[in-house]
Every structure is written in C-alpha cells, then in structure tokens.
C-alpha cells in the first residue's frame, strides 16, 4: 500500500512517500518554509523522485498536533482535499501517538511532552492494555505498540502542573516512560527536573515513519474514522480564539 504521510505541525516536520514500511522518498522541512509553500513543493518533488503520482497513493495519512496552529490546518486541509479528489481514504495521527510509536515503551504507562511555548508544554497520557497475542500479519513488537491508548485528549501546562498532574493521575502505576524528541530542548530540560521519578526515552524528531506506521495499522484494523479523528489536535486554544471578545 502507498502511504503519503506529511506532518506540517513543527519546524521538524516534513512529508514521504512509503510503501507500506518501507520508505521511497522523504522531505524534511528546513525549519524556515511556510508549510503552505512547502508541504506542495515537496509533495510535488518526492512523487516525482519516486515515480509515483499522486492519484496512485492509496492512504494519505497527516499529523493533526499538537503544534503549529496554522501548520496543524495547512496540513488536514490538504490531506482532506486530495483524500476526497481521489476517493482515498485519510487517517489523522496525533504526534503524542507518533512518539509513542518510535519510543515502544515497555512499562504501564507512556508520556509524551512537548514544548508548547510560553513556558509550557504538551503532554499526552498513554495506558496500556493488558498484553495480548499478536493477530495475524502483525509481529510481537508491533502489537506491543499497539497496546498504548491516549487517554483524554492531552493537557497543556506549566512543568510544575505537569508533575502534580502526573503523580496524580499515575500513582498507582508501577513503571512510566517520559518520551520527548531528541533535538527538543526545552522538553528535555524536563527530564532534569522530573527524573529520577520516571524512565526517559528519547526518540527521533522525525516522525513520518511513525505516522505512516499508525495511520497504515488502523487502516488494515478498519478501525472507523470519526469526525473527532479528523478535527485539529490543538490541546491549547488559538491565540484568536482567546482574545475574542464577542
């Protein structure tokens, strides 16, 4: 199956063309282009570089955030319109479960942080189910993967907040793993402030494989996609939005 999977929701982002899990071309995002320009510049390129048109993909499968605002819509919006155009199927991936995904914590829990700005950051709460035998087409490492759910929608905050929010809410737990990207700073000056209360993970900035890799499996699991699946994961309200006053 062609997956084109773009993430225009951080300057790490960036968009690839996969064929089922093995990459055929990638673009990643120089942290200055506006994604409006670049995401259909790059798209343009990389189908050219692989062969492939774009009516040929068979999924397109976008970052929904947290992040950018405006990446999170340039992003959907154009994952929405090629899906329809050529009567393609879309799945949405959050960036907490693209995280999670490179990371494959082994331990009850998993929390992806990110920055967020303004002195405050993401977090989205994974738990995991209980251990279950890998299904058909589907190895030992992957339905391990799989067994991590978000639980709520994320939250947003300042560290301290965070750790309250933590302990509180994971207390019982025997065993977290915090993941944060590599080249993320602030997220990892966390993990000074946090540790040695959990496990720390660090994973690859880069998530295409990753949500090519989750949007691929609810695919082939005919998992339904919700109105909710396609909405903007913004966990904190736009700027606009806050400072409306009706």
Known sequence: MLILAFDTTSEWGGAGIFRDGECLATAAHDGQANYSVFLFQEVERILQESGIRLEDIDLFAAAKGPGSFTGIRVGLAAAQGWANAFG???RSVSVFEAMVEQAKPETDYAVSLLDARRGEFYAGIFRSD???????GENREEARSAQFKLTGEGVVGKPEHLASLLQTQIAAASSVTCVVRETDEAARELERQFAPAFRWKHVKSFLLHDIATVALRAHQKGH?????????????RPDAELNWKG
């Open 224 to 236: 339904p996609i919700t109105l909710s699946e396609l909405s903007p994961a913004y966990i904190r």
């Open 130 to 136: 209980p251990p279950k035998m890998p299904s058909n």
């Open 88 to 90: 393609k199927p879309l």
